[in-house]
Each structure stands twice: as C-alpha cells, then as structure tokens.
C-alpha cells in the first residue's frame, strides 16, 4: 500500500479514491459526514462493507487522518462546500426553467406532425 498526493491535492491510498473519502459515510442531512471508525465502528466492521479496500488500507488512513487531522478535516468542508454550490453552478450552466414545457410543446408538435394535423 502506498499513499501518493495526486494533482488536485489529495492524498489516496494506492491508486484509489482520496484518503478522506475512504471512510467516511454520508448520513442524512446536510453537514452530517462523519468518519464511521467516530461512530464506534472498528476497522474489521468496515472492512466488511468495504472489502475492496483492504484492511491494513483501513487501518493506514485511521492512522493517516489521525496524524493529519486538520488538513483532513479543512478537505472535508471545502468539498462539502463545493458539493453545495454545485446545484446553482450547473443551473447557471444548463438553465432548467420553462424546460419541462418546452419538452411537452415539441412532443405535441411531433405527434401532430405524425398524425398530420
């Protein structure tokens, strides 16, 4: 197992997903991610939904996040961060407003053009 920066400032483990996402889980509601090791569970209980990841890889990254805990932690909020302005960047980009009644106009249109009316 070895643990590389990539590009975007991510520490991974291998060539897997970054480190601080291996073992975090999302709950529901917003701002809720937490580590599933606080939660109390041990690395063997996550290596039991996660076997890809490989139980010495669990217990590395515990141990990388316990070293590196602020900059993890700082990764975290700015992802989260991110993912919350995505939803308005992407409007902004493909605007959906009025789209729904454009699509029922041209399915209307078509099917008079086929029945030829």
Known sequence: M???QSSQSFVRVG???P???TLPTVEPGR???RWRYQRGETPEEIFEDSPSIGLADIYATIAYYLRHTEDVE???REY???ADRLPAKLEALYPTAG???ELLRRIEEKRRV???E
Request: net charge negative; glycine share 12%.
């Open 114 to 116: 086929e029945e030829g």
């Open 2 to 4: 070895r643990f590389g």
């Open 19 to 21: 480190i601080c996402h």
């Open 99 to 101: 789209l729904r009644e």
């Open 31 to 33: 701002g809720a991610q």
């Open 74 to 76: 700082r990764h975290l």
């Open 80 to 82: 989260e961060e991110a």
């Open 15 to 17: 060539s897997a997903r």
